[in-house]
């Protein structure tokens, strides 16, 4: 009897004691676990072996789905990062962009205060040009 703990998970098939797989079936190479981690075979004379060997490659599972949520989470935490980034720059954009608008509202206020009083000024010379071509 084949017992699994999950028809999806790319580890394969896990026995219990009375289950006498064939040689080539058993599991000897989980790839997403480094060499010190691998299960070892287990002696299928021995119902003890037959469980630690089940338990290991049910933790073995559990490992790999740690590891794979760890790395959702580590490119979660650097979309938030990128994200972050984007909201800092555009903050520093919007404040660069309000100090702007206040230098420009001030260069405005001068230039229309500098024509008011060109204006003046203009009026004045027409006012004098007209006294002396009247008195001419």
């Known amino acids: 009897m084949l017992v699994s703990s999950s028809s999806l998970t790319p580890f394969p098939p896990v026995w219990t004691a009375n289950d006498t797989p ?3 079936a058993i599991p000897l190479v989980f ?3 480094d060499q010190q981690l691998q299960p ?3 002696c299928h004379d021995s119902a003890e072996s037959m469980e630690v060997f089940k338990q290991h490659c049910q933790i073995a599972e559990e490992y790999h789905e740690v590891k794979k949520e760890i790395a959702l989470l580590e490119q979660r935490k650097k979309e938030l ?3 972050l980034d984007q909201a800092e720059k555009e903050k520093v954009d919007a404040a660069e ?3 702007e ?3 420009l509202t001030e260069e405005n206020r001068t230039l229309k205060l500098a024509q008011s009083q060109c204006v003046e000024q ?3 010379l027409r006012i004098q040009y007209q006294k002396r071509q ?3």
């Open 97 to 99: 962009l309000v100090r």
């Open 134 to 136: 009247g008195s001419s």
């Open 40 to 42: 070892l075979p287990p």
């Open 101 to 103: 608008f206040e230098a």
């Open 122 to 124: 203009l009026e004045k």
């Open 22 to 24: 064939p040689e080539d």
């Open 31 to 33: 790839p997403e676990l």
């Open 81 to 83: 990062i990128a994200k």
